[in-house]
């Protein structure tokens, strides 16, 4: 006496399993998001600024400055950060060094706009990658508040030494200081 099959095997099951998901359209999260009014507003105001020289500081309305320095020189880092979290980061080259009755100038050679990191991260523009020192990184890093280096990096950025230009970077061998370290 045989015995009449209610389900198809294991591998017909399957087979029809992926067919029928194959039918269904992506999630939306799959698909790649058109950047918001706002954002693509940031972005515009940040470009803004490339090409744009200015003599000692840059003061931008509307943005507290955080702080910078000197990457390698001629290339130098400034960030600024807005009310609403959004950070903005510029590189700049110096034009031409401080004299004892002129400022130095600088050229603005790349900006680019972080927004509000979550989830206990913080934003740094003082990150390193491997043996070289150079803090020519910028990431968005979790740690212990108790160390000087974070090494959970969630997104870096490199900037690139002889031009200014900032890159998006893998954050593999990345570790950026404790914004918090040491206050």
């Known amino acids: 006496m045989g015995c009449t099959r209610l389900f198809p095997s294991g591998l ?31 972005a515009t105001f940040a470009k803004s600024f490339i090409g744009k020289t200015y003599d000692d500081e840059l003061d931008i309305k509307g943005w507290t400055d955080v ?7 001629p290339i130098f880092v400034h960030q600024y950060q807005r009310e609403d979290g ?18 130095a100038s600088y050229e603005v050679a790349d900006a680019l706009i972080v927004a509000p990191v979550q989830n206990e991260a913080e934003f740094s523009i003082s990150c390193a990658q491997g043996q070289d020192e150079t803090l020519r990184f910028m990431g968005v890093a979790k740690g ?6 974070w090494t959970d990096i969630r997104r870096a950025w490199e900037i690139v030494l002889d031009t200014g230009q900032i890159l998006a970077a893998k954050t593999k061998g990345v570790r950026c200081t404790n914004v918090s370290w040491g206050q």
Do not use: F, H
């Open 12 to 42: 017909m099951l399957l087979a029809a399993l992926a067919a029928a998901l194959g039918a269904l359209p992506l999630p939306l999260a799959a698909e790649p998001q058109q950047p918001t009014n706002e954002q693509s507003a940031d």
């Open 86 to 103: 959004t950070y903005l980061v510029l590189t700049s080259r110096e034009l031409s060094k401080e004299t004892s009755t002129t400022p």
């Open 67 to 73: 702080g910078g320095g000197l990457v390698s020189p």
């Open 144 to 149: 212990d508040e108790g160390q000087e280096w």
